[in-house]
């Protein structure tokens, strides 16, 4: 299973409850929210950069104090 947090689609700038664990989606209307932390089955799903996906990782045990 793949997680938002490392998909290449994931909007993070911009978005206010991103420090609640929740980004936008390039794929979704800009209104809608999804949970970066929840495991899911996504057929655009696109794994981004290894230095971007270990930020955004380091990112989410610092604000979200969870190890993803």
């Known amino acids: ?3 938002c947090l490392t998909c290449m689609s994931l909007r993070l700038k911009g978005v ?3 420090r609640n664990g929740f980004g936008g989606c390039k794929f979704k ?3 809608q929210t ?3 932390l929840y495991e899911r089955e996504c057929k655009l799903f696109s ?3 290894a ?3 270990a930020k955004r990782v380091e990112w989410a045990g ?3 104090g969870v190890a993803a």
């Open 1 to 3: 299973m793949t997680r």
């Open 29 to 31: 209307p800009a209104h």
């Open 47 to 49: 794994t981004t950069d």
């Open 16 to 18: 206010p409850t991103a």
């Open 34 to 36: 999804v949970s970066v």
């Open 51 to 53: 230095d971007i996906a």
């Open 62 to 64: 610092r604000a979200l």
